[in-house]
């Protein structure tokens, strides 16, 4: 692929990724905050009861966000990216709002529920719309600059474990005045984004209903690329979901500081992995097609001996041990995330790309859902950390073979 046949940038590009970062920020802050506040929320609402319980909650938001995530995609392929996304961040942060007026464990789930449903139209329209305008070299920085966004949220979302146990707030009060932002932005966000003008070849190749998704399920590279999103994502839930709890427990330290150590170094470095992933992914593509291939299989390589790492920390009793671990799942996290959405857009053409990372969703996020239960479960069990994290590192090594048996397409079309 040569430099020179780069097409030129449309105005708004790096202004459209400029205004989704927030509304990345926002999405993934608002699922974080449960993870970082789980003790303050267990002990505010006592029927949650048992890990167990609290694992299915967390599962309960993904197996909802999952199963419609494929028909958000599919809406926003077919209505317009613009609308979907800020009718998501509205939803979800009225949602947001609600959540913390909760007092029943029925209620919490009733709100998980409203947040997978309202959270499920954003990300495949986020990213289908960024890699509408970002159709060179510039498309895995461009998304690498997006999930910077996610990345700073769930950093957030590791303080406010301090928020909850401040008396004066509380984690009511940060679920209220997280949702107040989100609507607040919701507004002016309809205004400024702008859908990409479909050619007339988009509007001759649009597909209604299930013929896009017959496509999708018949192309072999999408289907090893689904297999290869989901393995290494129920390490990551898991790592998302579960480190605060986990690291509190295992360490004995307060749940402001596990929160904080959760999140925010392992996701500091996803930062830097995903700078550095986008960059060196669009810099091979230069050489081969398969360059954003060979980028994210490398970054697999570093999440491999990160999970053992992890697991095996808390038998050394130094809480550094396992930061330093969750450090390079971060960095190889950055290399595999900014990367799926540019794979993605090799395989299929622009009518399908919203539908399809909705499909990636479907399967990936069930998937994390079963892995958040099923960890509830085996902590219930007291089933040992190392087996837990060997048999996500495992995953994660079949991940690698898939992924190289991905065949970016020949067709012109499709490269863009």
């Not at 954003?122 to 996610?150: C, N």
């Not at 050619?199 to 072999?220: F, K, M």
Request: hydrophobic share 50%; charged share 15%; with cysteine.
């Amino acid at each position: 692929m040569n430099a020179a046949h780069t097409p030129t940038l449309p105005r708004w590009a790096w202004f459209t990724v400029c205004l989704l970062a927030p509304v990345a920020l926002l999405n993934y802050l608002d699922r974080q905050m449960l993870a970082a506040m789980k003790s303050s929320v267990m002990a505010d609402i006592p029927d949650i009861g048992s890990d167990a319980h609290w694992g299915r909650m967390l599962g309960q938001f993904k197996w909802v966000y999952a199963f419609l995530s494929p028909v958000g995609g599919w809406i926003a392929d077919r209505f317009g990216r613009r609308i979907t996304i800020c009718g998501s961040l509205f939803a979800w942060s009225a949602v947001t709002w609600w959540t913390g007026q909760v007092h029943s464990y029925a209620e919490l789930l009733t709100a998980r529920s409203l947040m997978g449903i309202s959270e499920a139209f954003y990300i495949p329209a986020a990213l289908a719309l960024i890699a509408d305008y970002h159709t060179g070299e510039t498309r895995s920085r461009a998304v690498s600059f997006h999930q910077m966004g996610i990345y700073c949220g769930v950093i957030l979302g590791g303080f406010t474990g301090y928020a909850a146990d401040d008396p004066h707030s509380g984690w009511r009060g940060a679920f209220g005045w997280s949702g107040l932002a989100g609507m607040t932005l919701a507004i002016p966000l309809l205004f400024l984004l702008k859908d990409r003008p479909r050619t007339d070849s988009d509007r001759a190749n649009r597909q209604a209903g299930w013929g896009t998704v017959r496509a999708l399920v018949s192309n072999r590279s999408f289907l090893l690329l689904v297999a290869y999103f989901t393995l290494p994502a129920l390490a990551g839930w898991v790592v998302r979901d579960w480190m605060p709890a986990i690291l509190k427990s295992e360490f004995k330290i307060g749940q402001g500081k596990a929160g904080v150590s959760a999140t925010l170094y392992w996701q500091s470095a996803a930062i830097v992995g995903a700078l550095v992933g986008g960059w060196l992914a669009d810099r091979r593509m230069r050489h081969t097609a398969r360059g954003r291939i060979h980028v994210s299989a490398l970054g697999m390589l570093l999440i491999i001996p990160a999970l053992f790492g992890v697991g095996f920390s808390p038998q050394t009793g130094e809480l550094w041990v396992a930061v330093a671990f969750l450090i390079l799942f971060g960095l190889g996290w950055g290399f595999f995330d900014t990367n799926n959405m540019p794979i993605l857009c090799q395989v299929t053409p622009t009518e399908q790309r919203a539908t399809g990372y909705g499909l990636m969703n479907l399967v990936s996020i069930s998937c994390g859902g079963l892995a958040d239960w099923g960890f509830g479960l085996m902590r219930d069990r007291h089933l040992p950390l190392t087996l837990i994290f060997s048999v996500f590192a495992s995953a994660a090594v079949v991940s690698i073979v898939l992924v190289l048996m991905i065949r970016p397409t020949e067709d012109t079309n499709l490269k863009q």
